[in-house]
């Protein structure tokens, strides 16, 4: 039997993890996360066929270059679901209705995981009574959650809270090898451009200005230093007007921005 699972990961291993991760990511791990990591970390090394947490240590740092997009993607976390936090969802609504549909905009979608936030914002705008084009640019530092938000096949408990009237009309259900799943049909997909980038990078491989930008439930994995970053990088991202959506748990805090409350984590650029 393969000791490894009786191994623990000890403090000087999952203090240069974490540093790596920090450095990388600009995600915080306290000392509450090392377990964590060590069972994330696990999954990793049995399939690179490493047997202990120093073995994986001297792997990366031998490898780093190949394997930082691994440790990034094994340690972030990914939850997220369709139409999370439904009332930012009414909130979009009303704001590409009444102040946006003499345009064509551009939304962001940053931190979209495997993609139902992205979709989800697309189906808002494809049954609102807004008429123009719109653009959506989803990003994510997760190599792996963005294939799945390509691919947009979902298992069907994914789907299941959805209205029967949206399932119909923007989902296929899956047979034969795809039975228990639903697939996002074609002309959804193309309203949305999925893209590989990390919010700490100093400069975005992003062209113009978005109209708004959701970022929810990812701010809280920085620490006060990133936060302030990366929201002036949103500040400056965003149209004159244009909105910011974080996560119920965030909020635009010790920011000399000009930003205008609007609602629950909404905010608006002045």
Request: net charge neutral; with cysteine; glycine share 4%.
């Amino acid at each position: 039997m393969n000791n490894l699972y009786y191994q623990q990961l000890n403090q000087e291993d999952f203090d240069f993890i974490r540093s790596i991760v920090y450095k990388e990511s600009g995600i915080k791990l306290s000392d509450m996360k090392k377990a964590l990591v060590q069972s994330r970390l696990l999954r990793r090394m049995r399939e690179v066929g490493i047997n202990s947490y120093d073995q994986y240590c001297a792997f990366l740092r031998e490898n780093y270059d190949e394997e930082i997009e691994n440790l990034i993607n094994c340690i972030t976390t990914n939850k997220t679901e369709f139409f999370r936090e439904r009332e930012h969802f009414t909130i979009l609504q009303r704001i590409v209705e009444q102040e946006l549909s003499h345009k064509n905009i551009t939304v962001w979608s940053a931190g979209c995981s495997t993609g139902e936030e992205a979709y989800s914002i697309a189906i808002v705008l494809l049954e609102s009574n807004f008429h123009k084009q719109f653009t959506i640019i989803a990003t994510d530092i997760d190599t792996k959650v963005l294939e799945t938000a390509k691919q947009g096949i979902y298992p069907l408990e994914a789907v299941q809270t959805l209205d029967m009237s949206l399932l119909k009309k923007y989902f296929l259900k899956g047979k034969d090898e795809y039975a228990g799943y639903a697939k996002v049909k074609n002309f959804l997909k193309e309203k949305i451009v999925f893209q590989h980038l990390n919010l700490l990078d100093e400069r975005y491989t992003l062209k113009g200005h978005f109209d708004i930008i959701f970022c929810r439930n990812v701010m809280i994995y920085f620490d006060r230093e990133v936060q302030a970053k990366v929201l002036k990088k949103f500040y400056d991202y965003l149209q004159k007007g244009g909105y910011l959506f974080l996560g119920y748990a965030e909020a635009v805090v010790s920011s000399n921005l000009p930003f205008h409350y609007v609602a629950h984590s909404v905010y608006q650029k002045q």
